[in-house]
């Protein structure tokens, strides 16, 4: 009763605003991320795109977001809790694109307990509760180059998924059937890595900035998870198992299926 009570309300909260199939396929045609996925999967995440287009309020400063923009960032930011479902994305509102990088301002307060305050220059941010704010300079380079690994989108939105608890700390909330213990132990061990063993080989195919704290590691290897699965799992084996069972999906296996496709 319960299953059918939700699939009633999903159809009433799509009524009228699902994506229409042709506009689907010509926005996510050309998406590196999007390879491999079976027919079913490709279904399932225009629904969940649909509902986050609904229930999300995207807004371009000083770019006009057209329909194809907003398919491309809704099915990139979707991708990740297609088996976790769409109310790990619940708690917040606002998608904020920016044309290009943008500066933002922070405050740090060092050990002494003076207030310091610095400006940066970034491509992506996530808050809490508070907006997610994307380049769309950074999104187009990231299709372009996928080789490269990195995928803010992905990035920002297991920044979305590892405050869930609280707080970014590199640990989003495991699923029941997860241990702690491995996921702490896989990876604290790839943090410890990078940050004390540079010339290591997994320095060189990860972005240097998973080193800065965990809660980086965490949201730069789920990049690496879904842009460049085979390098992952063939370098950090533990991490890539952890973040399969966290993720529940196989993106390896996509690329697997997309090649024998091409093949044909």
Same mark, same amino acid.
């Given at each position: 009763?319960?299953?059918?009570?939700k699939?009633?309300?999903?159809?009433?909260?799509?009524?009228?605003?699902?994506?229409?199939?042709?506009?689907?396929?010509?926005?996510?045609?050309?998406?590196?991320?999007?390879q491999?996925? !079976?027919?079913?999967?490709? #279904? +399932?995440?225009?629904?969940?795109?649909?509902?986050?287009?609904?229930?999300?309020?995207?807004?371009?400063?000083? $770019?006009?977001?057209?329909?194809n923009m907003r398919?491309?960032?809704?099915?990139?930011?979707?991708?990740?809790v297609l088996?976790?479902?769409?109310?790990?994305?619940?708690?917040?509102?606002?998608?904020?694109?920016?044309?290009? #990088?943008?500066?933002?301002?922070?405050?740090?307060?060092?050990?002494?307990?003076i207030?310091?305050?610095?400006? +940066?220059?970034?491509?992506?941010?996530?808050?809490?509760?508070?907006?997610? $704010?994307?380049?769309?300079?950074?999104?187009?380079?990231?299709?372009?180059?996928?080789?490269?690994?990195?995928?803010?989108?992905?990035?920002?939105?297991?920044?979305?998924?590892?405050?869930?608890?609280?707080?970014?700390?590199?640990?989003?909330?495991l699923?029941?059937?997860?241990?702690?213990?491995?996921?702490?132990?896989a990876?604290?061990? #790839?943090?410890?890595q990078?940050?004390?063993?540079?010339?290591?080989p997994?320095?060189?195919? $990860?972005?240097?900035? #998973?080193? !800065?704290d965990?809660?980086?590691?965490f949201?730069?290897?789920?990049e690496?998870?879904?842009? !460049?699965?085979?390098?992952?799992?063939?370098?950090?084996?533990a991490?890539?198992?952890?973040?399969?069972?966290?993720?529940?999906?196989?993106?390896?296996?996509?690329?697997?299926?997309?090649?024998? $496709?091409?093949?044909?």
């Amino acid at each position: 009763m319960r299953n059918r009570f939700k699939r009633a309300y999903r159809r009433y909260r799509l009524r009228g605003h699902a994506i229409p199939f042709q506009t689907w396929t010509q926005a996510t045609a050309e998406l590196p991320l999007l390879q491999g996925l !079976t027919p079913i999967e490709l #279904a +399932r995440l225009r629904v969940m795109s649909s509902l986050f287009l609904r229930e999300k309020n995207l807004v371009g400063v000083d $770019i006009d977001l057209n329909t194809n923009m907003r398919i491309v960032i809704a099915a990139q930011c979707c991708l990740p809790v297609l088996y976790l479902g769409l109310a790990l994305l619940y708690g917040w509102l606002d998608v904020v694109v920016y044309p290009d #990088a943008f500066v933002v301002a922070h405050e740090d307060v060092d050990d002494a307990g003076i207030v310091h305050q610095e400006q +940066r220059i970034l491509t992506g941010e996530a808050w809490s509760a508070g907006p997610l $704010i994307l380049s769309w300079q950074e999104i187009l380079e990231d299709i372009e180059y996928p080789e490269s690994g990195q995928n803010v989108i992905v990035h920002e939105i297991a920044h979305k998924l590892d405050m869930r608890n609280g707080v970014g700390n590199g640990m989003p909330p495991l699923h029941a059937d997860m241990s702690v213990s491995e996921w702490t132990t896989a990876l604290s061990a #790839a943090f410890r890595q990078l940050r004390q063993y540079p010339e290591l080989p997994i320095s060189s195919w $990860i972005d240097p900035y #998973a080193a !800065t704290d965990p809660a980086e590691c965490f949201a730069v290897f789920s990049e690496a998870f879904f842009c !460049t699965p085979a390098i992952l799992l063939e370098h950090c084996p533990a991490v890539f198992r952890q973040l399969s069972l966290y993720y529940r999906q196989q993106p390896h296996r996509r690329r697997d299926r997309q090649q024998n $496709i091409d093949h044909r």
